[in-house]
């Protein structure tokens, strides 16, 4: 079973930044990623990256949010830039499978993000 561990949320005004991280307990050579639910909605995809460095993005995040992974450290990490009172949600880090549009079979704790002034 894979552990994955998200630090860095918390609270930043718009137009501010913040950096996530989530640490895995074991190799990950497939898709790892950020999903996120805000209150009275779906979880929804943020971003999501393969072993080679391919990424993907939900449109709402384009130019705005970056995702890298470190395979040596079983690390992937989500800057978050401009940030948007709209960006305010449960963030949770994911793993697993080959397939974009299907969440992998891990998830972490999430952590929270909230965007205000």
């Known amino acids: 079973q894979v552990q994955l561990v998200e630090t860095g949320g918390g609270l930043v005004q718009p137009g501010g930044s913040l950096r996530l991280s989530c640490a895995a307990s074991a190799n990950i050579f497939s898709l790892m990623g950020w999903y996120r639910q805000a209150p009275g909605k779906q979880r929804e995809l943020v971003a999501r990256i393969d072993s080679a460095g391919a990424t993907r993005y939900a449109d709402s995040v384009k130019g705005r949010f970056t995702i890298s992974r470190d395979n040596a450290k079983n690390t992937v990490y989500l800057q978050m830039n401009s940030l948007k009172p709209e960006d305010t949600a449960f963030y949770y880090c994911?793993?697993?499978?080959?397939?974009?549009?299907?969440?992998?079979?891990?998830w972490g704790q999430g952590t929270q993000v909230t965007v205000s002034s």
């Open positions: 994911n793993a697993g499978g080959n397939i974009w549009i299907t969440p992998g079979n891990y």
